[in-house]
């Protein structure tokens, strides 16, 4: 049998995981799943439906370090609000132990193995700042927040995460904590106070966008250095009730649905943002708001959420761009 290398000219490199950037044409042999891949481009990104949740919820804090195939979903309003816990491994969703304070609209940071839920809306408080950690089998309380708030945006590590903005009912707060992994200290100040915004990043590498500032909802967005809110390019359609913590980081980034006008209406809309600008890109295939997102700008994943009513159901984004594909005979 002929070698490829004499049929097409190119060595084949054998290794046990695939790249995380492979270029276009690029083949490799994994190890792992014996498989023969390559490089290929996606030229239009879509949305296709994923298993749907075991408990149908809106306002639910996501591991916003999470990906397409390995996502939490914690809390969140049923009604009415939930502790409960379900994580996605890419084909299913499986119930976990629930936080130990049921509440709705938490902020959310780290991963399905280490997590981390701040915040929320108890209707008897009516906000809280109980902080729970996750290590992948239950849920611990940790030092709580310094500011009790809900509709906050989270991002980040179980060691290392931020708790931005939010809402102490009425009105908005312009406050960002940062998470140490033991306690919260204060952080920098956003420029436009804000609730039920979307982001994503690192405690020194976040961004903040879109939500409502106490009087209409917005498409402003802020970066974040570590140590204060830069505003920068503003997003195309003005909404609030995006995940809260989203797919992406802070120089590729996904705002997913969310409300743009009166509370029960919801939008399809989607916008992925480079680093500089806001571009729309593929819609979701029913509008909804207040959702959990994971992942990145080229595989992640939306669940749960608000249309008409309360939902379970679950899409996976695949954006436009470089992929992975597997080589088969023909």
């Known amino acids: 049998m002929a070698d490829y290398i004499n049929i097409r000219g190119q060595n084949i490199e054998v290794v046990a995981s695939d790249p995380a950037n492979p270029t276009l044409g690029q083949i490799w042999y994994n190890s792992t799943s014996n498989t023969l891949k390559g490089g290929g481009y996606i030229g239009t990104a879509s949305w296709a439906s994923a ?4 408990t ?5 804090g996501p591991s916003s370090a999470g990906t397409q195939t390995a996502m939490l979903a914690f809390g969140g309003e049923v009604p009415p609000g939930t502790g409960a816990t379900e994580e996605y491994d890419g084909s299913t969703w499986t119930n976990k132990p629930s936080l130990n304070t049921p509440r709705t609209y938490p902020g959310g940071a780290g991963t399905v193995t280490a997590a981390l ?16 950690s996750w290590n992948g089998s239950s849920w611990t309380n940790v030092a709580s927040l310094s500011q009790a708030r809900y509709t906050v945006a989270g991002t980040g590590t179980q060691t290392s995460a931020l708790c931005i903005g939010g809402s102490p ?3 908005v707060y312009n406050i960002t904590e940062e ?3 033991s306690s919260w200290s204060s952080g920098g100040a956003l420029n436009t106070a804000r609730g039920f915004a979307g982001s994503t990043g ?6 903040c966008f879109f939500g409502y500032n106490g009087t209409s909802r917005i498409a402003n967005v802020e970066s974040y250095d570590g140590t204060s809110w830069t505003a920068v390019n503003s997003g195309n359609t003005a909404r609030n009730g995006l995940p809260p913590g989203g797919a992406g980081t802070q120089t590729a980034a996904l705002a997913i649905g969310g409300s743009p006008n009166s509370p029960a209406a919801s939008t399809t809309a989607v916008e992925e943002y480079d680093g500089i600008s806001w571009a729309a890109t593929a819609s979701l295939p029913v509008g909804k708001q207040s959702g959990s997102a994971a992942g990145t700008t080229s595989a992640a994943i939306h669940g749960l959420g608000y249309t008409n009513t309360t939902v379970a159901t679950a899409e996976e984004y695949t954006g436009a761009g470089p992929t992975t594909v597997t080589i088969t005979a023909s």
């Open 179 to 181: 998470w140490s992994g």
């Open 169 to 171: 009912a009425p009105g």
């Open 117 to 132: 839920a701040f915040s929320g809306y108890l209707p008897a408080a009516p906000t809280t700042g109980a902080t729970e």
């Open 202 to 207: 690192t405690e020194a590498a976040a961004l």
């Open 56 to 60: 149908a919820r809106y306002a639910a």
């Open 51 to 54: 298993p749907s949740a075991n």
